[in-house]
Structures are given as C-alpha cells and as structure tokens.
Nanobody
C-alpha cells in the first residue's frame, strides 16, 4: 500500500515557476514507477510526466517538454515536478501516481491546484 500526498501548488503569473512535491508513505517507494497527471475543469485527465523507479528514465507530454522536469529522491520517498515558463493552459489539478507494474498506476494522491494567471 502506498499513500501519496502532493504539495506545492498555488497561483502564479504566466512565465513563472512552481515546484510540486509528492511524498509517499511505505517502504516500497523506490520500486515504483511514478508519474504526474493533470486535469483541467471540463477536461479529461492527461499525462504530464513519468519517471522510472531508478530515476534514470523520464518521459514527458509534448505540451510540457522543455518546460517541466520530473525527478525523484528515493531516500526521501518523494517525487518532484519542476514547472517553468508556466502558461494559463497549464492551469489544472495536478496529481501524482505510483505504478505497481509497468505503467499501470494503482495509487493516486488527492491532487494540488495549480492556477496560472495571464
């Protein structure tokens, strides 16, 4: 069982930066591939970024490539999402997720709101 708690969301102007954190409970964090997803009002949830269990491989949605960076610290049971050059269209609830096998995400956090003003 893994419990995930996100933090770091807030209101920022376009062009600004935020760093999201996702703290995980449990002893198995380092075995899980992790990801960030987001959901804007009235839209489907979409993939943002993922990182494998070692941190050696990362993946990004085209819409955030070059602006967002996912990383993890297995000693701290935490995954991060550094978001730079934010745009109003990045406004959404951002949630982290943990995969037990491959990219099947079994565990989800409650989410943190990110609002980017123009």
């Amino acid at each position: 069982q893994v419990q995930l708690v996100e933090s770091g969301g807030g209101l920022v102007q376009a062009g600004g930066s935020l760093r999201l954190s996702c703290a995980a409970s449990g002893r198995t964090f380092s075995r899980h591939n992790m990801a960030w997803f987001r959901q804007a009002p009235g839209k489907e949830r979409e993939f943002v970024a993922a990182i494998n269990w070692t941190g050696g491989n990362t993946y990004y949605a085209d819409s955030v490539k070059g602006r967002f960076t996912i990383s993890r610290d297995n000693a701290k049971n935490t995954v991060y999402l550094q978001m730079n050059s934010l745009k109003p269209e990045d406004t959404a609830v951002y949630s982290c997720a943990a995969a037990t096998v491959g990219v099947v995400y079994d565990y989800w956090g409650q989410g943190t709101q990110v609002t980017v003003s123009s």
